[in-house]
């Protein structure tokens, strides 16, 4: 385990993106129920009806790709739309801000993680209460704590959103004492994918 420090993001430091998600997603629709079905009874009904084990094959394949690229396509969206907003200019959207801030988890002379905050507009009385955003730690430095200590900095109170059904971020923020409020959705793509 390798040491690392929080601090406070600087102009110099390089901007990281979500594609690291991309595995982990596909991984993820390849163990829905419904997308079971689909690899199995589309290639059966190809066999039935053509009498191709070829063509069965081929769409197996196929579909692989296809959902590959539909897992691909949201994370592609959300770091386009992050490098157009708030990513764009990180000392304006976030170190600018009352309240707010951008910090990194370094170790050695790499960043290895960061979050973003931006406080709560209502916060209930009495609460400091900051969202986060963009929590990321690069997947050779995960179950060091980073998150964790990323989470807890500087306030009592975050609200946060996550993406879709990763159980690492979930577990980590229950375990945290967050607890689930609502859901929301990127795309119908996805809105399908988590129907039960």
Same mark, same amino acid.
């Given at each position: 385990? +390798?040491?690392?420090?929080?601090?406070?993001?600087?102009? *110099?430091?390089?901007?990281?993106?979500?594609?690291?998600?991309?595995?982990?997603?596909?991984?993820?629709?390849?163990?829905?129920?419904r997308t079971i079905l689909l690899f199995l =009874?589309?290639?059966?009904?190809?066999?039935?009806?053509?009498? *191709?084990?070829?063509? #069965?094959?081929?769409?197996?394949?196929?579909?692989?790709?296809?959902?590959?690229?539909? +897992?691909?396509?949201?994370? &592609? $969206?959300?770091? +386009?739309?992050?490098?157009?907003?708030?990513?764009?200019?990180?000392?304006?959207?976030?170190?600018?801000?009352?309240?707010? =801030?951008?910090?990194? +988890?370094?170790?050695?002379?790499?960043?290895?993680?960061i979050v973003g905050g931006l406080p709560v507009k209502d916060p209930?009385? =009495?609460?400091?209460?900051? $969202?986060?955003?963009?929590? *990321?730690?690069?997947?050779?430095?995960?179950?060091? =704590?980073? #998150? &964790?200590?990323?989470?807890?900095?500087?306030? *009592?109170?975050?609200?946060?959103?996550?993406?879709?059904?990763?159980?690492?971020? $979930?577990?980590?923020?229950?375990?945290?004492?967050?607890?689930?409020?609502?859901?929301?959705?990127?795309?119908?793509?996805?809105?399908?994918?988590?129907?039960?």
């Open positions: 385990m +390798a040491p690392y420090h929080i601090r406070q993001y600087q102009d *110099s430091d390089h901007k990281r993106g979500m594609e690291e998600h991309i595995p982990t997603t596909f991984g993820h629709v390849l163990t829905l129920p =009874g589309l290639p059966l009904a190809m066999v039935l009806v053509s009498g *191709s084990w070829l063509l #069965a094959t081929v769409c197996i394949f196929s579909l692989l790709l296809v959902l590959r690229l539909l +897992a691909r396509l949201p994370w &592609k $969206e959300y770091v +386009a739309k992050c490098l157009r907003t708030d990513m764009a200019d990180i000392t304006k959207s976030y170190l600018s801000v009352c309240g707010s =801030g951008f910090w990194v +988890a370094e170790s050695g002379i790499q960043v290895v993680g209930p009385v =009495g609460r400091k209460q900051l $969202e986060l955003l963009h929590l *990321s730690v690069s997947s050779q430095h995960r179950g060091q =704590g980073i #998150a &964790k200590a990323l989470i807890r900095t500087g306030y *009592s109170d975050v609200v946060l959103e996550t993406s879709f059904r990763k159980t690492g971020p $979930e577990t980590l923020y229950l375990s945290m004492g967050f607890w689930r409020t609502g859901q929301y959705f990127m795309s119908v793509f996805w809105r399908l994918y988590s129907l039960p």
